[in-house]
């Protein structure tokens, strides 16, 4: 897992560049779920509650897009990991960070959603997301994403 360092630590997707680890007083959550489908609700509830208890819940659109991608990353952390999975919230300076780590070292890839029924959660995290992106960690791999939370125009969108 990661370490609150104050460091840049590298992404491998350069096209998402460094992320900086929040400070330590910042909003912070971490929760491990079991693999089973239920773990995957119960990961999108903890995002919402955990977001009102921060007093986000005005962003609407911020705690459904949370809730949404977190449900897509977990999914994927149960349909392939076939293991436990960790969700982690960060919330600190505008920036809203989640992630989840599995035991799976297989990195994901945004494909086309096409028409298929399934394949559309990369696709939608890419689409979401200000930013996001994946390391290895050990046996597994965590893959986060970003949303801001500042509330002003164009906050939370991707940088160009």
Do not use: I
Request: overall charge neutral; proline content about 7%.
């Amino acid at each position: 897992m990661l370490r609150l360092s104050g460091r840049h630590l590298p992404d491998p997707d350069a096209r998402y560049g460094p992320f900086p680890q929040p400070p330590l007083g910042a909003g912070h959550l971490s929760v491990e779920y079991g693999p089973g489908p239920a773990a995957v609700r119960e990961a999108r509830a903890q995002v919402r509650r955990q977001l009102e208890d921060w007093g986000l819940a005005e962003l609407g659109e911020v705690v459904d897009v949370a809730e949404l991608l977190v449900g897509e990353l977990a999914t994927n952390a149960v349909l392939h990991g076939g293991s436990r999975f960790r969700l982690t919230l960060f919330a600190a300076h505008g920036v809203l960070r989640c992630e989840v780590a599995d035991a799976e070292r297989r990195v994901p890839r945004v494909v086309d959603a096409g028409t298929g029924e399934s394949g559309r959660g990369m696709f939608l995290v890419d689409a979401l997301a200000r930013r996001w992106g994946c390391h290895r960690d050990g046996p597994g791999k965590t893959v986060w994403f970003e949303l801001g939370t500042c509330g002003a125009d164009g906050c939370g969108r991707r940088q160009p």
